[in-house]
Every structure is written in C-alpha cells, then in structure tokens.
C-alpha cells in the first residue's frame, strides 16, 4: 500500500493548473475525509479500494472533467452545494451578484428571483444572508429544479422555492424587488467553448447567439412587467460585454444604470433601477 503523501506526489496531471489542490481534493474525497487530515496524517498507507477510486477520479480529471463534477459538490458563498452536469459549475466571480444584490437591500423584508438558478447557487446564498427575504429559483431544465431542490432542503433554507419556467414564462404577474441572473453569455463561436471546464458544462446554461447577448436582451425587454416599482435589474456578463449590457438598459428605460468589477478587475456586472410605476 502506498502513503497518502506519496500518491499525491505521484499524481499526474499535467494539464490542471491546480494540479496539487485538484489531487488533493480527488484523494480527500476517495478516503472520505477532509484535506487537513491529508496533511495531519501524510504517512498513513491508503487501503486498496480507496487508492482504486482516487486513480479513477484522477483519470476523469485527465480527460478535462471538472474536479466539481468529480466530486459532486462545490463550494459557492458560505455554501457547501450538490452539483451535477446538467448545470453550470458556481463560480467565485458570480459571488459579486450576491453581494451587490444583499447592499442594494439591506435587511428589509423583500421578495428576489432568481432566474436561470442552476443548482440554485444565487438564490441559496441569498436566503441564506436573508431569511426575512422570500428567494424565488427559476429554470426551465428540470433536473436543475430537482438539484436546486435538493441544496435547498439538505440546507434547511425555508425562505427559497425552486420552480421550473423559462425565464419569466411561469410567473404569471408576479413581482420583485430584485431580479437578478447569471444567464448564457457566450457567443456561439467562441473558442473558450472548445478548452477547459466549459467543454462538459451544458451548452444551453454558456450560449446565447451570435453576440453572447441574446438571453440577455430577452431578459432586460420582459423584466419591468415583474418588478416592483422601484425594483433593480442585475446580470451577469462577459468581461467585454458591460458597454452593451449597459445600453441595453438604458434603452428599455432603466436608470442609474451601471456596472461593477469583480476580483479581477473586469466590468462583471451590470445593473439598473427600474423607475417606473
């Protein structure tokens, strides 16, 4: 049997550019433990059963799989969430639509929805800042609903319901204080789409037309009916798209319309105040 130190050092993954976390992460999640008790325990010998999933879990890695899928879970705010291929892995940068979103409306009672939820990973950390606030989860891909579900019971957040619609197509006349979403935003010939983590991510949770823009004009054009007056707009985009999400705003009739950077710098953002009654 080898040590627990000498697998990690011999994994190989030459294309990961986390490969010691990601090997740490595939061997902690095979013993059943956590990646402290990797370290604290370094020279204990692993069983033959466990040493068998680790290896298969770093094949999978090898291939590009992302480590989230591997594992099944990934962290996202405070949260510890379930996630599947069916929907797009929860992403740090995707963190600043939930803290604008929580110091746009500090404390008060209101009512957010939560559209193209995933495996509810926006919505959750919401209800989880704010259990005064009733969190709405939308998806029209069923096992996403049935996913977001699912974090949301093993969390215990009473305040966030998960429902399937397309957008706004199952709300009725329905209205927030807050609309918020990180729609498809990619362009259908962008080559990012062929590399990396995205490769096995659902192309229908990355891809909106040619521009990256579609979802997102469809989005802006319908949310007013379902906001309450004033009531603020906020979407996610590409680090290159916050000029034109930002006229797209304007023009329906949003105002201070602006965006916000995220760790890196990039325009992540984009936001606007729906004024009219």
Same mark, same amino acid.
Request: hydrophobic share 45%; charged share 25%; glycine share 8%.
């Given at each position: 049997?080898?040590?627990?130190?000498?697998?990690?050092?011999?994994?190989?993954?030459?294309?990961?550019?986390?490969?010691?976390?990601?090997?740490?992460?595939?061997?902690?999640?095979?013993? /059943?433990?956590?990646?402290?008790?990797?370290?604290?325990?370094?020279?204990?010998?692993?069983?033959?059963?466990?040493?068998?999933?680790?290896?298969?879990?770093?094949?999978?890695?090898?291939?590009?799989?992302?480590? =989230?899928?591997?594992?099944?879970?990934? /962290?996202?705010?405070?949260?510890?969430?379930?996630?599947?291929?069916?929907?797009?892995?929860?992403?740090?940068?995707?963190?600043?639509?939930?803290?604008?979103?929580?110091?746009?409306?500090?404390?008060?009672?209101?009512?957010?929805?939560?559209?193209?939820?995933?495996?509810?990973?926006?919505?959750?950390?919401? =209800?989880?800042?704010?259990?005064?606030?009733?969190?709405? /989860?939308?998806?029209?891909?069923?096992?996403?609903?049935?996913?977001?579900?699912?974090?949301?019971?093993?969390?215990?957040?009473?305040?966030? =319901?998960?429902?399937?619609?397309?957008?706004?197509?199952?709300?009725? /006349?329905?209205?927030?204080?807050?609309?918020?979403?990180?729609?498809?935003?990619?362009?259908?010939?962008?080559?990012?789409?062929?590399?990396?983590?995205?490769?096995?991510?659902?192309?229908? =949770?990355?891809?909106?037309?040619?521009?990256?823009?579609?979802?997102?004009?469809?989005?802006?054009?319908?949310?007013?009916?379902?906001?309450?007056?004033?009531?603020?707009?906020?979407?996610?985009?590409?680090?290159?798209?916050?000029?034109?999400?930002?006229?797209?705003?304007?023009?329906?009739?949003?105002?201070?319309?602006?965006?916000?950077?995220?760790?890196?710098?990039?325009?992540?953002?984009?936001?606007?105040?729906?004024?009219?009654?």
């Amino acid at each position: 049997m080898a040590s627990i130190e000498s697998l990690l050092n011999a994994a190989d993954l030459p294309d990961s550019p986390s490969a010691r976390v990601d090997a740490e992460l595939l061997l902690a999640h095979a013993l /059943g433990k956590s990646r402290s008790y990797l370290r604290t325990w370094a020279d204990r010998e692993v069983e033959a059963d466990a040493a068998g999933r680790f290896a298969a879990s770093l094949a999978r890695r090898r291939e590009g799989e992302p480590v =989230a899928y591997i594992l099944g879970r990934q /962290g996202f705010w405070s949260l510890d969430l379930d996630v599947a291929p069916h929907t797009l892995i929860p992403r740090p940068d995707t963190e600043l639509l939930v803290e604008t979103t929580l110091a746009l409306l500090p404390g008060s009672p209101a009512r957010v929805l939560d559209l193209g939820t995933g495996s509810g990973a926006i919505a959750l950390a919401l =209800a989880s800042e704010r259990p005064a606030w009733q969190v709405t /989860g939308v998806d029209r891909v069923e096992q996403a609903v049935a996913l977001a579900q699912g974090n949301r019971a093993r969390l215990g957040l009473e305040n966030a =319901a998960f429902l399937s619609s397309h957008w706004f197509e199952g709300l009725g /006349g329905e209205r927030y204080a807050a609309i918020v979403s990180n729609p498809p935003y990619i362009a259908s010939d962008d080559r990012h789409l062929g590399e990396g983590d995205v490769r096995f991510e659902p192309s229908s =949770a990355l891809v909106s037309g040619v521009d990256g823009l579609d979802d997102i004009r469809s989005i802006i054009e319908q949310a007013p009916a379902h906001l309450m007056a004033p009531g603020w707009l906020l979407l996610e985009h590409g680090f290159d798209q916050a000029e034109a999400v930002r006229a797209l705003l304007s023009q329906r009739g949003f105002a201070e319309v602006h965006s916000r950077r995220d760790l890196a710098s990039h325009e992540r953002i984009s936001l606007g105040r729906w004024p009219h009654e």
